[in-house]
């Protein structure tokens, strides 16, 4: 255990890497405002130093290294907990949590929801509704176990996030390059963390949805928030934007909840915000996979001005063992959409005409002169911009999505000779 400090001053909770200003810079922001951070990145960020205590340059990949810098800030100040946003940190931040006798739910659980084929493993044992899957080591396995299954199946990493190398396969071709794609996905070092493989698994149908999950002990959630997500065209899943509203009636619907908590319980989760990602089917909501992590795309930013809730600061509490505050006071629809390029090439100029009440914040996130790849092979490193906004309710929100890309263009130089201008 920690050592206790000698000062006066309050304990640090130690947050594990930073992330990208664009994507996370909000919710170290409220973490931060809430309580006195220590920030442990490999290079530590120079906007993060506008809200930390502290900045402590560390690498995140040498757990013992971690685990001493801990202890230094234990003796020398006092650490309340640890906590990370990032997939890749998820479980170094439960075995620190779990060697220093501090909130958190236990190293295996934060294992199987990382591991997708350990997570649908105990799916599966506990009866939670959720995808047939099985790990395949080579394209030919992968060719074997889509005539087993039948129809179209999808072909994912073990251990990625953002839907990198996810993608469905309607013949065995297709298997093959997808299983291929799978192997050799990467995402902001991602998979340098995770264990390797690829899985193979029946196709779910229906609106896809994650359930944002306030994790209060062993079987004890509270939901939070249902959103609503939009995907581009298959054979990817690449999400174009998200959709959270206060009053969606899918946060008093039994399956989805049971489903969750099922879900939850079954990977052995006793505490943390869960970012739970589900399909509606015909045969009711299932699991596509659990992130035990606050989710991204600007999704707790969306939660936060639908609802009033902080998901950043209830994540901040529960890692130091503190109640925290689910009771919302606003409520309305809050939405966000990624815009993609038409077509692959150099981007030569961009603008944007609109300026709003309702226009939370309007971004472009691809400048002049870089590469974008257009869709179905873009990745969300393609997108070019992000627009969020509210309303008072989800169709509100979609028209107001609808006038910011149409009064907003791109200039494109193609791979090809001609120039392309998508307004």
């Given amino acids: 255990m920690p050592i206790a400090s000698h000062t006066s001053r309050p304990p640090l909770l130690v947050v594990l890497g930073a992330g990208s200003r664009t994507w996370r810079g909000y919710g170290l922001q409220h973490i931060a405002a809430r309580y006195p951070v220590?920030?442990?990145?490999?290079?530590?960020?120079?906007?993060?130093?506008?809200?930390?205590?502290?900045?402590?340059?560390?690498?995140?990949?040498?757990?013992?290294?971690?685990?001493?810098?801990?202890e230094t800030l234990a003796e020398d100040r006092g650490v309340a907990g640890v906590l990370t946003y990032m997939e890749n940190h998820i479980v170094l931040a439960a075995r620190l949590a779990d060697?220093?006798?501090?909130?958190?739910?236990?190293?295996?659980?934060?294992?199987?929801?990382?591991?997708?084929?350990?997570?649908?493993?105990?799916?599966?044992?506990?009866?939670?509704?959720?995808?047939?899957?099985?790990?395949?080591?080579?394209?030919?396995?992968?060719?074997?176990?889509?005539?087993?299954?039948?129809?179209?199946?999808?072909?994912k990493p073990r251990s990625m996030a953002g839907s990198a190398g996810v993608r469905r396969a309607d013949t065995l071709d297709q298997v093959r390059d997808a299983?291929?794609?799978?192997?050799?996905?990467?995402?902001?070092?991602?998979?340098?963390?995770?264990?390797?493989?690829?899985?193979?698994e029946e196709y779910l149908d229906g609106p896809e949805i994650s359930v944002e999950c306030v994790v209060l002990g062993h079987g004890t959630v509270h939901i939070a928030a249902v959103t609503r997500k939009d995907l581009g065209d298959e054979p990817a899943f690449q999400e174009v934007g998200h959709l959270v509203d206060a009053t969606d009636p899918l946060l008093d619907d039994p399956q989805v909840r049971d489903v969750a908590l099922g879900a939850l319980t079954a990977l052995g989760v006793s505490s943390g915000v869960m970012h739970v990602e589900m399909r509606?089917?015909?045969?009711?909501?299932?699991?596509?996979?659990?992130?035990?992590?606050?989710?991204?795309?600007?999704?707790?930013?969306?939660?936060?001005?639908?609802?009033?809730?902080?998901?950043?600061?209830?994540?901040?509490?529960?890692?130091?063992?503190a109640d925290p505050e689910l009771i919302p006071s606003q409520s309305q629809s809050a939405a966000v959409r990624f815009l993609f390029p038409a077509v692959t090439g150099h981007i030569?100029?961009?603008?944007?005409?609109?300026?709003?009440?309702?226009?939370?914040?309007?971004?472009?996130?691809?400048?002049?002169?870089?590469?974008?790849?257009?869709?179905?092979?873009?990745?969300?490193?393609?997108?070019?911009?992000?627009?969020?906004?509210?309303?008072?309710?989800?169709?509100?929100?979609?028209?107001?999505?609808?006038?910011?890309e149409e009064r907003s263009g791109i200039h494109i130089q193609p791979d090809t000779a001609t120039t392309a201008c998508v307004a």
């Fill in 38 to 70: 220590a920030l442990l990145d490999e290079k530590p960020p120079a906007w993060a130093d506008d809200h930390v205590e502290l900045c402590l340059p560390v690498d995140l990949a040498d757990g013992e290294a971690v685990s001493d810098a801990v």
């Fill in 99 to 155: 060697r220093f006798a501090l909130p958190g739910s236990t190293p295996a659980a934060m294992e199987a929801c990382r591991d997708k084929h350990l997570s649908r493993s105990l799916l599966a044992a506990a009866g939670v509704p959720s995808a047939r899957s099985y790990l395949v080591e080579d394209a030919e396995t992968a060719v074997e176990y889509a005539v087993l299954l039948g129809g179209p199946v999808v072909l």
């Fill in 179 to 200: 299983f291929q794609a799978a192997r050799g996905a990467g995402l902001f070092g991602i998979e340098r963390t995770g264990t390797p493989g690829v899985l193979i």
């Fill in 280 to 321: 509606l089917t015909g045969q009711g909501p299932r699991i596509v996979e659990i992130n035990a992590r606050l989710g991204g795309d600007l999704i707790p930013h969306l939660v936060h001005l639908a609802t009033s809730l902080n998901l950043p600061q209830v994540a901040a509490d529960l890692a130091v063992g």
């Fill in 348 to 404: 030569t100029a961009v603008h944007t005409g609109i300026f709003a009440s309702w226009l939370d914040r309007f971004q472009w996130t691809a400048a002049p002169g870089s590469h974008v790849t257009a869709p179905p092979r873009a990745t969300l490193l393609d997108r070019t911009a992000l627009a969020v906004v509210t309303g008072p309710d989800p169709d509100t929100c979609h028209r107001r999505l609808q006038l910011v």
